[in-house]
């Protein structure tokens, strides 16, 4: 009784959610209506994506290939991407524009009160 009930009530979700997608109305890349009030195709980027857009293309990239060793890594397109990889992009960045603890909040947020000592 149970397999039957089980078997039942698949047949019919199976039924209906064929005769939904069948259905041009039920899909919203064919929905004429639906898609001349939505805007999410024509959507720009945000000021944060445009934000690290502007980093990656005039900080990252120029200072990540300057170094050989990257350049000698990137030519190699069958490669797969390791995570040591970005460890290695990170320290020849960080390297390069002397992030240094003394420029850092690290400094001011350990000597707060409630947080740092």
Same mark, same amino acid.
């Given at each position: 009784? /149970?397999n039957l009930?089980?078997?039942?009530?698949?047949?019919?979700?199976?039924?209906?959610?064929? =005769?939904?997608? =069948?259905? !041009? =109305?039920?899909?919203?890349? !064919?929905?004429? =209506?639906? +898609?001349?009030?939505?805007?999410?195709?024509?959507?720009?980027?945000?000021?944060?994506?445009?934000?690290?857009? +502007? %980093?990656?293309? $005039?900080? %990252?990239?120029?200072?990540?290939?300057?170094?050989?060793?990257?350049?000698?890594?990137?030519?190699? /397109?069958?490669?797969?991407?390791?995570?040591?990889?970005?460890?290695?992009?990170?320290?020849?960045?960080?390297?390069?524009?002397? +992030?240094?603890?003394?420029? @850092?909040?690290?400094? $001011?947020? @350990? @000597?707060?009160?409630i947080i740092? $000592?």
């Amino acid at each position: 009784m /149970k397999n039957l009930t089980t078997m039942t009530m698949t047949i019919s979700i199976t039924i209906i959610m064929s =005769a939904c997608s =069948a259905s !041009q =109305a039920g899909n919203p890349s !064919q929905n004429s =209506a639906l +898609n001349n009030i939505s805007a999410s195709h024509k959507e720009k980027s945000g000021a944060i994506q445009n934000s690290l857009d +502007n %980093w990656l293309q $005039k900080e %990252w990239t120029p200072t990540i290939e300057k170094n050989a060793r990257v350049k000698e890594k990137n030519l190699d /397109k069958e490669r797969d991407f390791e995570i040591q990889e970005y460890i290695d992009k990170a320290v020849i960045y960080i390297k390069d524009n002397n +992030n240094t603890y003394e420029n @850092s909040h690290s400094k $001011k947020i @350990s @000597s707060m009160p409630i947080i740092g $000592k």
